[in-house]
């Protein structure tokens, strides 16, 4: 069973089916490599294994022409073959590939060529994907290119071990202040982000603590070097994120002022230490003057200034830094309605717009909060034309219940790259800005928190594996469909049993909606416990500094982020969105309490007032969870045991969660508004 669960989708299950082992086995007889370099290693080596679990027999491997029908795998300069002319090659982006199935003088050949190695490893995985779905392979004719060029994930990890916001057990990468030297699993890891496009990879946590802050020190750089051997063979480029007070922290210097120059001159000389170990070093990924961590603001320099002088370091080498802009107060009081956290992203970068060197890439989280479950699209996106940009997502479920709730995350992140911002009128989604196409963006693409941990399923919840499938896959091709994604998920994971494949997609399709439903209503968002983030708690950071207020009372609850009596935030939109959000008649509802502080007694746009909908959607959350239960154990003969065992124990706990949040929501806005339920119910 931990075999099977180890190695997640890519468990190449043995295909049943003898006439499409026989399909298989007339392409699949041997491998013609052309070319060597450590990905194409790791395309063969990957195709082996893959071949040999679904069809039993090992394909022989050559490097010179042969006679059997065969795989072809190169590049295509490499592999010269009219089939794979310059005007299909014209048609790649670096990354890209093409797989094409021929019939030449009676013999089968399936060509995997990309344009560069990366591009011959990630036909290797298609292929691998299209026998996971029980796909034929005869009369294939696929070009693909990814449409992203940064295809990042973010670890939190620390070096004790720990993971920020981590659901999954202890980290893969370090235990005890040290490197785990589990290369084994890194580099199945590798093989897992590769197989679905990722190419980047930050390695510790974004808050940096004391330990960390030396892995750009001699002390840990021939790991963290180990480290980026094994991704590098995967395609994948490592990145580091470091402390902002590094200057004073490992060069014992006074300050870490970016305009001092003997600051400048250290940033110079580490970087080249550091690409001494690794040549081709990401770059740094920052976390600054947020959330107390360290920054430019200590000298009163702004976030241009501080990301600068990283930039230049890493300039010569071609590295960039990622900058984070999660920027914002988080020392307020409740009372100061004058400031609005969700406006403070934008009032920090916007202004600075145009004056970051150009391998400066800011990073955006999706909103302008904090990854809830349910938030407008951070204003940012569009507004900065002379800024690269990466939007940043969160696999992790910290808000979206941990990895014991299921929450299928793949709908919210299309929701947000679907979103029309306007910044040059229609057809200014946030894909086409992430994409880098809408303002010719010298860097961009997408980055995310990853979910994953020691745990033998990699992800605590197995089926919250989906998430980083999906997270690859999605950021691709963000127009493939969330059901799509989904499904060659289950299939690859879950084989291709009908009802197997039905109520699990079911399950996962319906999991976002119902977790929204017994969580916080409306987009208003938080309303969980402090700290650690799971469960409800309605007040439990009401009162607090983060700035994360409902502001519900007697007569009403929401934010009024209007321009005519609010923050003034709905302004940070092109004027489209703006007045689309500002107006009630207009605001959606999921988002109307994100934007407006109405009363209780308001009417949807769904007919409902909002603390009927209140009711109503936590007692039917409840009821859905209790659904998804029941599903799930329809499934009991046909799953792997621990695997049944696993998801059922997630289901139980999420249920007891989704009926404390109904009990505590319900009850506290009945007590608040003294209004009640039309059906009637129970309420606590
Ligand atoms: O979501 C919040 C988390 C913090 C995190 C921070 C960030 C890494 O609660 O744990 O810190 O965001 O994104 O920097």
Redesign the pocket.
Known sequence: ATEVSYHCWLQYTKIEDEALVEHYQRYCQSLLVLGKSTIIESAVSELQKGLHSYLGSKPSIATQEINSAAIILGTADKVNNPIVNNELIDKLNDDGYIIKSVNENDRNILYLVGKSDIGVLYAAFHLLRLMASRKMVDNLSIIENPRNQFRMINQ?DNMDGSI??GYSGQSIFYTDNQFSGDWERIKDYARLLSSVGINAISIN???VFKVETNLITEQFLPDVAKTADIFRAYGIKTFLSINYASPIEVGKLETADPLNPEVEKWWQQKTKEIYSYIPDFGGFVV?AD??HRPGPFSYNRNHADGANVLAKALQPFGGVVIW?C?VYNCLQDWRDRSIDRAKAAYDNFKPLDGKFLDNVILQIKNGPM??QVREPVSPLFGAMSETNQLIEFQVAQ?YTGQQIDLCYLVPQWKEVLDFDTYAKGKQSEVKNIVDGSLFNFKYSGIAAVSNIGNDTNWTGNTLAQANLYGYGRLIWNPELSAEEIAEEWVEATFGHKQHVKEIILNMLMQSWPIYENYTAPLGVGWMINPGH?YGPNIDGYEYSVWGTYHFADHDGIGVDRTIATGTGYTGQYFRENADYYESLETCPDELLLFFHHVPYTYRLHSGKTVIQHIYDTHFEGVEQVKQLREMFTRLEKDLDKAIYANVLDRLERQLANAKEWRDKINTYFYRKSGINDEKNRMIY
Do not use: Y
């Open positions: 939190w920020e916001r946590n974004v808050n976390k947020s959330e984070r999660f904090d990854f910290e983030h």
